[in-house]
């Protein structure tokens, strides 16, 4: 098997690809100024919002939000694996893939993915054989084709049938247990985790199977169970059915979010193959991104009860900051003791399109929810209302979608728009809500001092311009604890030690990490405009010097904290009096 590519080579084939020719052989590009601009492959659009910048290395749309290096590129646009990209990419420029033998841990992931399509063809393979499953399947209107194509199987009573079959030695189990498939017991056995259950194989967008649902056929408890949050399985981020969507549709219109695994399939069983489920957690923003980047059309399918009422509220909520002119949004409540998979198998394909399409609009749910129970004709209610939409329509981006949404407002509430906007002059409310949807946002807030919004600024600066980091001294950040601290530290490290490294490269070396995501949004922030006399490096040690103070001023706190607790030694009473 193949091992993991040495980063070292990721970096050269990085330094030497033309993001521009990369990104130009699929979308044509025009030249403006430094960059290229092209209307954006991954949003519908007419104006050129889509950003290439040669230098960089680097896309950015201001649209959608996409963005990423030349390998980012062909993995979204050719739905590549990271590993194809790397392989095209080097085809291009002529040369081989190393392969770096002693590196085990993509292996490690290869073997994973392995083990589970495994199990999941074994489960398969077993549905038939099982009359109580084949027959739910057949009441709840399911045909083999469609369960095929979903890959759904059954896993048998028993304790130990996963374990036996796959967990031959110490290795195996590991795999197992790291996959979710088994479960370890206080004394060091194991057992499996899915006994007598239904399964649906819960798989990527490039589909490969990354985690399991299962649901109890009888009574037993809990009906759905779902594999834990594991390496390959995050489900803030997975949408059930997104991949078997994709392999259903050349062009996705629309998509609905419906709340299980059994909705999505009967759906898809009845001809509607646009349909996502969330693994049983609310809807995150990264459900909606990845929604976005596919449709501008999405709508939430709930019950009609209240816990359908509240999961549509929170989805709004999720949904605000992603709003804009061209998306839209819409929410269907069905009928009490309906949900979409006995609604569709009750009145038809055709009866969900309609219900689908006499949803209610974001803007308008919103609206009608404000507005509810508040009296318009009183001081107290109009002052009330207002007090409630600030928060969400703060958390709208500003563009003509807000605008629309305050007049909309106004008018339902019978205020004319100024009126409506004086009384949502911005408050403190507002700032908090833009503050969460900003990527770092978490590091800038924490420390009051300064001190995180500095190296906040710093990592942007050095991801935009990372010559202006080689001669930098970064030795003050070895004793600075403030989030995001080491992760700048990390960032001058490699600048020093790749000096020729840009900011494309430096997303690559972050691209298998959390915080890679969040250096993404924050290497768009500039792009395009930046002013000739622009000095990034003496930008970059200010802001080491202002990091500095802060170190100092921890310290200081540290040490009259120890003096209160009476347990400063001799020697830091005395770096104390130096240090004041
Ligand atoms: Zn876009």
């Known amino acids: 098997m193949a091992g993991r590519i040495p980063q070292a080579f990721i970096d050269d084939l990085i330094a030497r690809a033309d993001v521009v020719e990369v990104v130009g052989r699929r979308v044509p590009l025009k030249k403006a100024g430094r960059e290229f601009k092209a209307c954006c492959p991954f949003h519908d659009e007419k104006t050129p919002s889509f950003t290439v910048s040669p230098t960089k290395g680097f896309y950015h749309c201001f649209g959608c939000g996409a963005h990423g290096t030349a390998i980012t590129f062909l993995m979204e646009y050719d739905h590549m694996s990271f590993v194809d990209a790397v392989e095209t990419l080097a085809a291009m420029l002529g040369v081989e893939v190393p392969r770096d033998e002693s590196d085990r841990p993509a292996r490690r992931y290869d073997e994973l993915f392995d083990l589970n399509a495994r199990v999941a063809r074994g489960w398969q393979q077993q549905l ?20 095929k194509r979903f890959g759904l199987g059954f896993a048998p009573d ?20 790291s996959v979710g498939l088994i ?55 997975e949408l059930y059915g997104l991949h078997e969507a994709r392999q259903a549709l050349r062009n996705i219109e629309r998509l609905v979010v419906v709340e ?40 939430f399918c709930f019950d009609g009860d209240r816990a359908g009422k509240q999961a549509a509220w929170r989805a709004l909520e999720t949904a605000l900051p992603l709003i804009r ?3 839209q949004v819409r929410f269907t409540f069905l009928p009490d003791k309906h949900d979409p998979d006995s609604y569709v198998n009750e009145f038809g394909a055709d009866a969900f399109v309609a219900a689908l399409d006499g949803g209610v609009k974001l803007a308008d749910y919103l609206i009608s929810e404000l507005a509810s129970d508040v009296d318009l004709d009183s001081v107290d209610g109009r002052a009330r209302l207002a007090e409630r939409a600030r928060p969400l329509i703060g958390k709208v981006p500003e563009g003509v979608y807000r605008e629309l ?74 004793e600075l604890e403030r989030p995001g601290a080491a992760l700048l530290r990390k960032l001058i490290e490699t600048v020093q030690s790749e000096p020729n490294i840009s900011t494309a490269g430096l997303l690559e070396r972050w691209r298998h990490d959390d915080e890679g995501r969040y250096l993404g949004k924050l290497a768009a922030a500039n792009i395009p405009a930046e002013e000739a006399e622009f000095d990034a490096a003496a930008e970059l040690s200010q802001c080491l010097g202002q990091l500095k103070l802060v170190a100092r001023k921890d310290r200081i706190d540290f040490l009259i904290q120890k003096q209160r607790d009476s347990s400063l030694s001799d020697d830091e009473l005395a770096e104390l009096r130096g240090l004041r």
């Not at 700032?431 to 001190?451: F, N, T, V």
């Open 325 to 327: 002119e061209g998306r």
């Open 128 to 147: 038939s054989g099982h009359d109580d499953a084949v027959d739910y399947l057949k009441k709840r209107g399911i045909d083999g084709a469609t369960a």
């Open 260 to 299: 299980g695994y059994m909705d999505v399939v009967a759906l898809a069983r009845h001809g509607i193959d646009f349909a996502v489920g969330t693994l049983g957690t609310a809807t995150t923003p990264e459900h909606l991104n990845r929604l976005f980047r596919l449709t501008d059309n999405v709508d």
């Open 183 to 237: 479960i370890r017991k206080d004394n060091g056995r194991h057992y499996d985790r899915f006994r007598d259950r239904l399964m649906f194989p819960i798989r990527d967008a490039r589909g490969r199977t990354i985690g399991f649902g299962g649901r109890t056929l009888g009574d037993g408890e809990p009906k759905y169970l779902n594999s834990p949050e594991t390496v390959l399985f995050h489900k803030g981020r």
């Open 158 to 177: 028993g304790w130990s049938a996963v374990l036996d079959r796959y967990g031959k030695d110490a290795e195996a189990i590991e795999r197992l247990l």
């Open 405 to 478: 949404l305050m007049d909309s407002l106004a008018a339902a509430v019978g205020l004319s728009a100024d009126k409506l906007k004086q009384l949502l002059k911005p408050g403190r409310d507002n700032d908090a809500a833009r503050d969460k949807q900003r990527p770092l946002a978490k590091i800038r807030r924490i420390g009051s001092h300064g001190g995180p919004s500095v190296i906040r600024r710093a990592v942007t600066l050095l991801l935009n311009h990372p010559e202006a980091g080689r001669e930098l001294d970064a030795s003050v950040l070895a």
